[in-house]
């Protein structure tokens, strides 16, 4: 005799992160989690320096932060409810809204992390088709049916880097019921250029059926503190606070964001060298075409690689292992001819051109 899990845990693949280091145990430049090549702002670095003692519980509440949050995005606190990253948030989304014999529905290519969310809360995951490895709408609107509890759409989308503009992001929202909920995933949003905002925060200001996620692990360089934001209706609010854990951000944590927004400066050359590096990866990337390369187009911080050729995406992200960098393979995603290559630096990404050149070029 022994506990039995429920049958929709039992389905459930745990997510598996991007390696870094060799099956050897050497260690390897992580270019497979999408991190920030800069690092971390040396504001939010120094106020770790200054957070509340670590015998002292954080604030259950993220008060400071929220209100920081708020300040930078025009928002009112009272509609933010902050979280362990944005994972914690997206499942706890899923956990209020979803259970047995609902449905919830993503897409195709989309971030891992919603079939698990849908699963763990007894939902059935439901995938709507991709068009050119991106989203959708006509696609997914077709799926919805009185079984659907919520839509996750991640804008800019992990792993293939495609982005749905202002006027799609809309279309999609005003043909949903009122009461399904749409949680738009912006972990990449601080990457897209001002005028190019899909306007998912003011949908989420508008409306009683947005939610809009956020995350401090990419752009700001906080991935190792584990902190992340949702805003939305005051009933929406309302819901994850009651459900997630207490004090799920650190007094570290909190300090460390609250710093990092204060430094948009950091943010900003964070993006502008993105925004340099990724055109500079694409277009030697589309250098390599008579080889079978294509990369995807890309709004995030990373680019998606097809292999199409002699070479293949497998044998692309062993090639790079040997020469110390670790990229993401995505088999299990439907994806075996994808290689996710995070953009770092300049000279990172100099070797990585060269190396896939030369693999390329000897496979033929």
């Known amino acids: 005799m022994r506990p039995i899990a429920k049958p929709w845990i039992e389905a459930i693949h745990a997510y598996v992160p ?3 280091k060799t099956a050897d145990g050497r260690p390897l430049i992580k270019l497979s989690a999408n991190e920030n090549p800069l690092g971390t702002s040396p504001a939010a670095l120094a106020a770790a320096d200054h957070a509340q003692p670590t015998f002292l519980y954080p604030d259950p509440d993220s ?7 708020g300040a930078v995005h025009g928002l ?14 997206l499942n706890l989304a899923a956990q209020a809204y979803a259970g047995p014999g609902d449905e919830v529905i993503y897409v195709r290519y989309g971030f891992s992390v ?14 709507a088709p991709d068009k050119d490895f991106g989203t959708d709408v006509d696609a ?25 503009p202002r006027g799609e992001i809309a279309r999609l ?3 949903l019921p009122g009461d399904v909920l749409f949680v738009l995933d912006q972990a990449y949003g601080e990457y897209v250029s001002t ?7 003011a949908l989420a200001a508008a409306h009683e059926n947005v939610l809009v996620t956020r995350t401090f692990s990419k752009i700001y360089g906080l991935a190792g503190q584990r902190i992340g934001w949702a805003t939305g209706a005051p009933h929406l609010v309302a819901m994850l606070n009651r459900i997630r854990l207490p004090f799920n951000v650190t007094n570290s944590g909190q300090a460390m964001a609250v710093a990092a927004l204060d430094d948009q400066a950091f943010v900003t050359r964070s993006r502008e060298h993105n925004r340099a590096e990724r055109a500079r990866f694409i277009e030697a990337i589309r250098g390599m075409s008579n080889h079978g390369l294509r990369p995807l187009p890309s709004e995030a911080n990373f680019v998606l690689v097809l292999f199409e050729g002699a070479l293949t995406a497998e044998a692309a992200q062993e090639g790079l292992a040997q020469r110390g960098y670790a990229t993401r ?26 190396g896939l050149r030369d693999m390329a070029e000897a496979a033929g």
């Open 140 to 164: 997914l609107l077709a799926l919805v049916n009185e079984k659907t509890r919520a839509v996750f759409i991640a804008n800019p989308n992990n792993p293939t880097g495609s982005f749905l």
């Open 63 to 69: 008060l400071a932060l929220r209100e920081k949050i």
């Open 76 to 89: 009112d606190p009272a509609r933010i409810v902050c979280g362990a990253g944005s994972d914690e948030l």
């Open 195 to 201: 005028e190019n905002d899909d306007g998912g925060l």
């Open 329 to 354: 393979w995505l088999p299990g995603q439907d994806l075996a001819q994808g290689l996710r290559i995070t953009i770092g630096t300049a000279e990172q990404m100099n070797d990585i051109i060269a």
């Open 114 to 127: 919603y079939d698990i969310a849908a699963r763990r809360c007894g939902a059935t995951p439901v995938v």
């Open 18 to 20: 991007g390696k870094s």
């Open 173 to 175: 929202h005003a043909a």
